[in-house]
């Protein structure tokens, strides 16, 4: 008797956590809709966002949702970085080598400065606990977080396809249940293929519905369920 009271609390337990999640993910479905002012029903993924709507919309709509822990791949000066931790309450941390790579035009020393830029902007940040810089590659410092810690992951790295697609791989897992994961850039370029990543990423995971923010840098992002 006591084995099967247990098993039906089990089971009690697994289904309102069931309910719990899809309740949830309803909650942040309609939050999306209400912000970026979309209509999911009869359209398929990617969904384009209204215009006007932009990535700091994003980043409020973060806010709104409570959001308290998530991570940066590609910081550059912080600008953006700087808005994350304005709009929110979470902590945010930045992840970047700056250093020079294949492909880019941008040199070690001027790499550096961008680091000694961000460093400066986000000093009130990290002075009061909220803001933690990792100069270092995204896949390493992957590793020093655990399995569904963050809220929301934000993708600006390296824009080759195949950093691009590992970076969505091995960052998705460190998302919880409900949070977002985001990537800047979802657009044809020369020197990269962040699109290619992000739509073969969410065919092969059959990821519906996500979404496009359509600035002049778009942005691509899903609620991981």
Partial sequence: LPILRSAGSYRAGVQFLKTWIICMNFEIARAIRRK???TVR????PIPCAQGRTR????????????????????????FAEQILT??????????????YMDSFLTD????????????RLKPFTEAGRATIMREKSLVACQSFSD?????????????????VQDIIHWTPKVRT????????????VRGDVRGAVDGYTYAHQIHPWYVICENLPTAFWVKT
């Fill in 36 to 38: 970026f002012h979309v």
């Fill in 42 to 45: 009869g359209h398929h993924s």
């Fill in 56 to 79: 700091l919309h994003l980043c409020d709509l973060w806010g709104e949702l409570g959001y308290s822990r998530g991570v940066e791949i590609g910081v550059h000066r912080g600008k």
């Fill in 87 to 100: 709009r929110t309450q979470a902590h945010w941390t930045g992840i970047d080598p700056w250093c020079e």
């Fill in 109 to 120: 020393a001027k790499q550096g400065q961008f680091y000694a830029d961000t460093v400066s």
């Fill in 148 to 164: 569904e810690s963050l809220d929301f992951v934000y993708i600006d790295g390296d824009h080759s396809f195949d950093a691009a």
């Fill in 178 to 189: 409900g949070g977002m994961i985001a990537v800047h850039d979802y657009m044809p370029m």
